[in-house]
Structures are given as C-alpha cells and as structure tokens.
C-alpha cells in the first residue's frame, strides 16, 4: 500500500456522490481524547473556527475551487515527475539497485527526521503561509535537474541532494495540506472537501503518468520535469489567492516543543481503533517501498518495457482509484465504514503477490501490472478516505497539524528504511526475490486491523461519542 498515508493521502467526482460519501465515511481514522483536554479543545476549535462557508455544494466556493485548482495542477504534475525520476535514474544515469534505494529514502527521509517537529511549528503558524513558501522552495529544486542535464554535468548524487530539500518541503506541505481543510469549509463539508481532493489525485495519476511518458519520448526525462515545476507554480500562485480564516495560537497559549509533539503523540495513540490502523498502514508503507523501490528496475530493465508503457500501466492502474472514488460511499452504505476498514486491508494486502508472479509469465506483463495496480489503487483509496475524513473531523483545530505529522512520522517514517533495505535486497537477492518478500510482509499487515474490534461495528465513533465516553469514564 505504497505512499498510502495516511497516507495518506489526498478529485473531481460526482458532486453528490461524494457529497453523500462523506456523510457516510466521515468517520474513519483518529483519536482519543481526554475529558477536560477535549472541551478545552473545542472551546479553542470554537474561536478558530472558519467563516461559514457558503450553503450547498463546494462548486459554489470560489474560495475552495481556487485552492482545489492549483492542488489538482500540482498533483497532475507530481504524477510526471513520479515517472520521470525513476526513467532519468534507472535508463539515462543507469543507476544499481542501492541507487535507486538511497534516491527514493532521500525523496521521503525528511518524514522520519522532520516529521515531528515540523507538526508542531506548523501548529504554531498560517498553514496556508507554509504551504506556498513549500511550493517556492519545491519549484526551484526540483528546476535544478533539467538545468544540470543541459550542462551535461547530472550525476545521481544531484538528485539525491534535490530529493532530500524536496522531501523536507513536502513535509511541511502535506501536514499542513491535511490541516488546512477545516478552515476553509464548515465541518459538515470537510467529507465533500476531502472527496474533491482525493478524486483529483486519482485523476491525476491516471492522466499524468501517461502524459509524462509522452513528454518523456518527445523531450527526455529531465526536460518532462519542467512541467512539474510548472504545476508547482500554478499551486503557489492558487494559494496566493486563497483566503483561509485560521487564527495562529497566542504565544501565551504555546508550551515548549517536546511537550507539543508529545501531546499530538498521545492525542493520536491514545485510540486503540487508530493505533491498529496505523500499525496497518506503516506495516504497509514498510513493504509496500520495499516493492516500489524496485519496480522501475523490474519493469523497465528486467520485463523491458519502455518508458511510454510504464506510464500508461500507471495512468491505467490508478482508473482503480478513480472508481474507488466513486463507489466509495455506495460500499460504506453497504458494508459500514467501520467493516470497510479490515476489507479493504485485506484486499490491498493480498494484491501484491500479483507483482512477482510476472516474472512467470512475461508475455502477459502488460496486462497483469494494470490489474495488479488497479486493485491496488481502489482499494487503498477506500481504506484512506474514510480514515482521512475521520481524523480530521475528530481532532480538535489546535492539533491538527501535530495529529497528521504524528501519523506521517509512523507511516511514512518507515519508508526510507524500505527503501534502503530495497536497495541492499535488490543487490544481494536480486529484483524479483526481493518483490516476493515485501508481498508477504505487505500481507501481514492487514492483521493489525483484521483482528480487532472494526467486524462488531459498523460506524465508528465521532468527536461527540469520545468525549461523552470520556465523561461517564471520569
């Protein structure tokens, strides 16, 4: 369940659809909280709160329809540097196995160093602030690349050291990404909000990889990558535009920063629910970039399809996501979105043994990457949005920003340790017994929500029903 976030992760379905869906799934992945810390919480939810945004759907907000434009360009361009990257490293600079490992812990590093602190700074500032200076910082590393190969001077080091700035500028802009919604839309639009976003990511991954191994073809790798600054830019400018109504926390309000970050790690641990769910998704994460870490080497030089095709297997995989988005609320109105949760676990878990089966039949690589991604992409996008949407609704505004990076430190934390190990595996064992290993840790992931209590709910508890067992607790 690679890059899964809570992963995340973050869509342009059917308005009502989705309108719909999150009514149903706005209940899916977050924490405890204590009894007087929740009321102090919402009285301080209560004086941040965001202006009343306007009535009916979010079509209607120009003020969310200006932030989701230059999000659903960022990620557009995103998904062509995901294609590029890889292409550039394994095909132009023939980078080995350990390569290719350190360049992708470089990319995601910065969740494991940063991750925690940066919850807690950005708790303390405008979160739509840091995430146009993030995108400022991302567009000129990131223009780097193609200006070292016109110099005919690129080595892979260089993407390393850009990897690693850039990963530190994502993590300020995904935790912030995550925490910013409430202070847009009211609470009852945070479900629609979130399914907007996550449909455009879907969206994204299905046009952009194809659209990048196009411009790959016509322009080189390094020079796809300046779309991807482009769109970096466009989303500095949308967020330029703006208007969030957040009020930074008084400095009198502040304690000292090992105290913040300790408060969001209770806040997020003291959920036995969301403690299984992040076991789950870090377990995941871990083996799940064990796997991609090495599927550039596996398809492109191992299975030998070219750049062109890698991209459309990936545009056509994440067709998976895009129905995910879509059916999402129909399967939670069926099966409840607590039951949801160990399902489609299992499913996203199971579906990674597709990949080093290829092997055994080459001839039909082609077909059986798209319907191994496609299973991949739907069900990891039931499983996120649901658990996304719940967190946000339940965590209290002033912990936002430490709630997502305190389950980012976890699941994304793991991942450059993935990476490595994928490296050094790929070198000792080879490409595909290295890919047989990360399905089997990826299928024992599953266990942590499989069993558990989600088979004898059907909804999971929201903010009110915490704080009133809370109460009769006390």
């Given at each position: 369940m690679s890059q899964s976030d809570d992963a995340a992760a973050t869509e342009d379905v059917d308005d009502a659809v989705l309108a719909e869906a999150r009514a149903e799934a706005s209940v899916l992945a977050s924490r405890p909280g204590a009894?007087?810390?929740?009321?102090?919480?919402?009285?301080?939810?209560?004086?941040?709160?965001?202006?009343p945004a306007p009535k009916g759907s979010l079509w209607r907000d120009r003020n969310f329809l200006t932030l989701w434009s230059?999000?659903?360009?960022?990620?557009?361009?995103?998904?062509?540097?995901?294609?590029?990257?890889?292409?550039?490293?394994?095909?132009?600079?023939?980078?080995?196995?350990?390569?290719?490992g350190l360049l992708?812990?470089?990319?995601?590093?910065?969740?494991?160093?940063?991750?925690?602190?940066?919850?807690?700074?950005?708790?303390?500032?405008?979160?739509?602030?840091?995430?146009?200076?993030?995108?400022?910082?991302?567009?000129?590393?990131?223009?780097?690349?193609?200006?070292?190969?016109?110099?005919?001077?690129?080595?892979?080091?260089?993407?390393?050291?850009?990897?690693?700035v850039m990963g530190v500028a994502t993590v300020f802009f995904d935790v912030s990404y995550q925490s910013i919604i409430p202070s847009l839309v009211r609470t009852d639009q945070i479900g629609e909000a979130n399914g907007k976003l996550q449909s455009t990511y879907e969206l994204a991954n299905i046009a952009g990889p194809g659209v990048g191994g196009w411009l790959i073809g016509v322009l080189t790798a390094p020079f796809a990558i300046f779309a991807t600054v482009g769109t970096y830019v466009a989303s500095f400018v949308a967020l330029l535009f703006t208007r969030d109504h957040e009020k930074p926390r008084p400095a009198e309000d502040r304690k000292p920063l090992v105290h913040e970050i300790g408060e969001g790690l209770r806040w997020v641990f003291g959920n036995p629910l969301l403690r299984r769910i992040v076991g789950t998704t870090g377990t995941a994460n871990f083996f799940g970039t064990i796997a991609?870490?090495?599927?550039?080497?596996?398809?492109?030089?191992?299975?030998?399809?070219?750049?062109?095709?890698f991209g459309i297997v990936f545009s056509l995989s994440a067709v998976g996501g895009l129905v995910g988005a879509v059916v999402t609320p129909r399967i939670i109105a069926l099966l409840g979105e607590a039951r949801a949760i160990p399902i489609s676990a299992i499913a996203f878990s199971v579906a990674p043994f597709f990949l080093p089966?290829?092997?055994?039949?080459?001839?039909l690589a082609f077909p059986l990457l798209v319907v191994q991604g496609f299973i991949m992409s739907f069900t990891i996008l039931l499983y996120n949005i649901t658990q996304v949407t719940f967190r946000q609704r339940?965590?209290?505004?002033?912990?936002?920003?430490?709630?997502?990076?305190?389950?980012?430190?976890?699941?994304?934390?793991?991942m450059p340790i993935g990476a490595l190990l994928a490296g050094a595996l790929g070198t000792w064992?080879?490409?595909?017994?290295?890919?047989?290993?990360?399905?089997t840790g990826e299928l024992l992931a599953c266990l942590f929500v499989v069993i558990g209590p989600f088979w004898r709910m059907r909804e999971l508890p929201d903010a009110h029903?915490?704080?009133?067992?809370?109460?009769?607790?006390?």
């Open positions: 009894d007087a810390a929740v009321e102090a919480d919402r009285d301080a939810a209560a004086v941040a709160s965001p202006r230059g999000q659903a360009l960022s990620q557009f361009g995103a998904q062509i540097t995901e294609l590029a990257i890889p292409v550039l490293a394994v095909l132009m600079l023939d980078a080995t196995e350990w390569e290719v992708n812990a470089a990319q995601v590093a910065a969740f494991l160093v940063v991750g925690l602190p940066a919850g807690a700074w950005i708790d303390r500032m405008r979160k739509r602030r840091v995430m146009i200076w993030a995108d400022g910082v991302r567009a000129v590393a990131l223009a780097t690349l193609p200006v070292l190969a016109l110099l005919g001077v690129l080595e892979i080091w260089h993407m390393i050291v850009v990897a690693l991609q870490t090495l599927v550039p080497i596996f398809v492109l030089r191992e299975l030998g399809l070219g750049p062109q095709m089966a290829i092997s055994l039949v080459p001839a339940i965590t209290p505004p002033r912990l936002l920003g430490r709630m997502n990076a305190s389950i980012r430190f976890v699941v994304w934390g793991v064992i080879g490409t595909v017994p290295t890919l047989w290993i990360a399905a029903a915490e704080h009133a067992a809370a109460e009769t607790a006390g």
